[in-house]
């Protein structure tokens, strides 16, 4: 937009978080403008002032919480790019500005192949904010296209993709969705009941020890042993039961009795396979399934 264009970088710096919050979380306020850039009431005011100028049907004040919520024809004034968004979501920081830096010549990550959808990451966010039922368009490999009613409680990087940890209503049970295999968000008429909730997520509240050692058929351990920084020979982490599983796929780690997956394909073992029993997803951890 032109009138964009003619903002300073701080006044589009806090405009942009006035959409960023309504986007992701549904409403916004003087005091989180306050918060984030130290403003005083008077200049807050004037941002929300010019927000709504440029975006009349954004947003709208809610007396009883003294904020401005998200309309439901809200459209973004900003292009927030869902990457950058879920990995500062994740660290605990948003300011709006959500565009990709210039990529390193001397540093170069992994290829993202999957990028999530912007209103689907919103949509979900949205309702985790605010503890919210939501009636979503799913896909999955076996089923193919469902309408699943879900209550998300965390977005989580896998190390593939992102998933939405949430109660599926379908089957009466937490479990994982792939982020960009939902299709359509919107909210659900009908509130969670507290069953449905994260504090009874059984599987995302217990925490698992892995022991981990570089693999029995390696000649020289000393160099995975350096790579993982370990100490006497073992690594030990500490993860939610529901996200080990994944963890053990991403490291390649064999979990197989008496670490029998050979050929350089694991460098790393578990050393403590009873804790399998308590953890989800074998079906995709290396060598669980031959125990």
Known sequence: MDCLDNLSHAQRQRLAFIDFSLQYFGQVSRQDLIAKFA???????RDLASYRAL?????????????YHRNSEFVA??????????????????????????????CVDAVQLIHPNTDIIAGIMRAIQHQQ???VTYVSVSSGETE??????????????WHVRSFDRTHQVFTDFVVTRIKSV??????PFDHELANQDNAWQQLVCLVLIPHPSLPHPEAIELDYQMVDGRLTLDSRAALAGYLLR??????????????????????????????????????????
């Open 148 to 161: 699943r009613e879900i209550v998300p409680h965390t977005l989580v990087n896998n190390g593939q993709r």
């Open 250 to 291: 991403q490291w390649s780690v064999d979990c197989s009795k008496d670490h029998q997956i050979r050929g350089g394909v694991c460098q790393l073992a578990l050393e403590n396979l009873d804790v399998l029993a308590k953890i989800e997803h074998l079906s995709i951890v290396p060598g669980a399934k031959s125990r």
């Open 133 to 135: 039922a939501i009636a």
């Open 55 to 67: 975006a009349p049907n954004n947003m709208q004040l809610v007396h009883s919480t003294k904020s």
């Open 39 to 45: 403003t005083g009431l008077a200049a807050a005011t």
């Open 77 to 106: 004034l900003f292009n927030h790019d869902p990457e950058v968004i879920l990995h500062g979501l994740a660290n605990g920081f948003g300011d709006g500005l959500s565009h990709p830096v210039q990529p390193s010549a001397v």
């Open 186 to 191: 919107k909210l659900s008429s009908n509130e």
